[in-house]
């Protein structure tokens, strides 16, 4: 579902919005439908360490069989951003949770493998990490010549992850 991807794009944003950034993943062996898990820090000041982290502020939650471990590090009162297509809910607990119908919105615009930029743009806007022309301007550095076919699905993906979030939040973009 493109979540390192995705992870990639963030860091790349948050970077060129003048961010410092770390950023780690963890997958395992299988090739496709299997956990996998990046790791984006992001701050204003410097950073020193490699980013293991205990405990997070945020989350970007793509399928709920993941879910009980993300849960256990989310901070009391912080926020996760879960993909409602494939888990209608989340348990609750001591944080807020934003269902976004990534899957359905990826589906509308064609492809539903284009969820992981849907709810990366809902995640950005959210929480505010990056900003929804950032992500785009990262995206097309990240994909490589023989994908650029996907750029404007991409892009019409983040943005439409984007106004979610606004819609949602009853912010305007």
Same mark, same amino acid.
């Given at each position: 579902q493109g979540v390192?991807?995705?992870a990639k794009t963030l860091a790349m944003?948050? #970077?060129a919005a003048g961010r410092q950034v770390m950023m780690s993943s963890h997958y395992g062996g299988e090739m496709r439908g299997g956990q996998t898990e990046a790791s984006v820090v992001v701050?204003?000041?410097r950073l020193r360490s490699?980013?293991?982290l205990e405990s997070t502020w945020s989350a970007y939650v793509m399928h709920p069989r993941y879910w009980p471990g993300v849960a256990a590090r989310l901070r009391p009162?912080?926020?996760a951003v879960y993909?409602? #297509?494939v888990a209608a809910e989340l348990p609750g607990g001591d944080y807020a949770l934003s269902a976004v119908p990534a899957g359905d919105i990826a589906a509308s615009l064609g492809s539903q493998m284009a969820a992981g930029f849907v709810l990366l743009g809902a995640f950005a806007a959210i929480t505010g990490l990056a900003g929804t022309d950032g992500l785009v301007a990262a995206m097309k550095q990240l994909v490589p010549?023989?994908?650029?076919?996907h750029v404007a699905l991409n892009e019409a993906a983040l943005r439409a992850g984007s106004d979610a979030a606004a819609v949602m939040t009853g912010a305007a973009r």
């Amino acid at each position: 579902q493109g979540v390192q991807l995705a992870a990639k794009t963030l860091a790349m944003a948050a #970077t060129a919005a003048g961010r410092q950034v770390m950023m780690s993943s963890h997958y395992g062996g299988e090739m496709r439908g299997g956990q996998t898990e990046a790791s984006v820090v992001v701050a204003d000041a410097r950073l020193r360490s490699v980013p293991i982290l205990e405990s997070t502020w945020s989350a970007y939650v793509m399928h709920p069989r993941y879910w009980p471990g993300v849960a256990a590090r989310l901070r009391p009162g912080e926020v996760a951003v879960y993909n409602s #297509t494939v888990a209608a809910e989340l348990p609750g607990g001591d944080y807020a949770l934003s269902a976004v119908p990534a899957g359905d919105i990826a589906a509308s615009l064609g492809s539903q493998m284009a969820a992981g930029f849907v709810l990366l743009g809902a995640f950005a806007a959210i929480t505010g990490l990056a900003g929804t022309d950032g992500l785009v301007a990262a995206m097309k550095q990240l994909v490589p010549p023989y994908r650029t076919q996907h750029v404007a699905l991409n892009e019409a993906a983040l943005r439409a992850g984007s106004d979610a979030a606004a819609v949602m939040t009853g912010a305007a973009r």
